[in-house]
């Protein structure tokens, strides 16, 4: 069984640019969590997707969507990025029944410059 | 607004000795805690979980304590050992809410 795995790493962007995170769920989980942990933070929830459908969103602007694929991996894109998105980015997955532990990855360290 | 608070940035504890990390909420909606472990370059790591209708919750070393008149949670973790050296985040939730509100974290250090 493999856990949640996340791509890239780490990310150096420059104000304005386009970014795309991605995120591969554990095996038999299909929803996905998405979370921003800024430094000296704890991690704030941006959003889930439950069988590909956006399942609740945090307080974040519509520049960061995301879309979750038929194999339940996901996808987080932020635009226009600022300089206070710099923070590291964790995916989370779970299963089917509701309300199940979350499970994270290792996340990616996105940088702003 | 912070509804899940962590007030010890950091602690201290000797390998052996017991390790009490707290953790006070304010949202009387939340009725499922979760602890994480975190460990540089590494992303959280569930621990153990209790749900509003208990008090008390132990796994191994590791015993989560529920006081909700209070709003206030504890994690014990008993004997602590160095590699219990991490960072721990308090979570909560309501009902079967999608997200997960969490603390601003507790260092902990268990030294020799």
């Known amino acids: 069984e493999t856990g949640v795995t996340q791509s890239p790493t780490h990310l150096i962007k420059t104000r304005g640019q386009q970014v795309t995170l991605r995120c591969s769920s554990q095996s038999g989980h299909n929803t996905v969590s998405w979370y921003q942990q800024a430094l000296g933070q704890g991690p704030q929830f941006i959003f889930q997707?439950?069988?590909?459908?956006?399942?609740g969103r945090g307080n974040f602007p519509p520049r960061f969507s995301g879309l979750q694929f038929p194999n339940y991996s996901s996808e987080l894109n932020v635009n226009a990025l600022e300089l206070d998105d710099s923070a590291l980015y964790l995916c989370?997955?779970?299963?089917?029944?509701?309300?199940?532990?979350?499970?994270f990855g290792p996340g990616t360290r996105l940088l702003v410059l | 607004d912070q509804q899940v608070k962590q007030n010890s940035p950091s602690l201290s504890v000797q390998e052996g000795r017991i390790s009490i990390l707290n953790c006070d909420y304010t949202n009387s909606m939340f009725d499922y805690f979760l602890w994480y472990k975190k460990y540089p370059a590494e992303g959280p790591t569930f621990l153990i979980s209790i749900s509003s209708i208990k008090d008390k919750n132990e796994d191994g070393r590791f015993t989560v304590f529920l006081n909700k008149s209070a709003k206030h949670l504890s994690l014990h973790i008993v004997p602590s050992q160095p590699g219990d050296s991490a960072v721990y985040f308090c979570?909560?939730?309501?009902?079967?809410?999608?997200?997960?509100?969490f603390g601003t974290g507790t260092r902990l250090q268990v030294t020799l």
């Open positions: 979570a909560a939730r309501t009902g079967t809410a999608s997200k997960l509100t």
């Open positions: 997707y439950y069988r590909e459908e956006e399942n």
């Open positions: 989370a997955s779970s299963g089917e029944r509701e309300g199940e532990t979350q499970y």
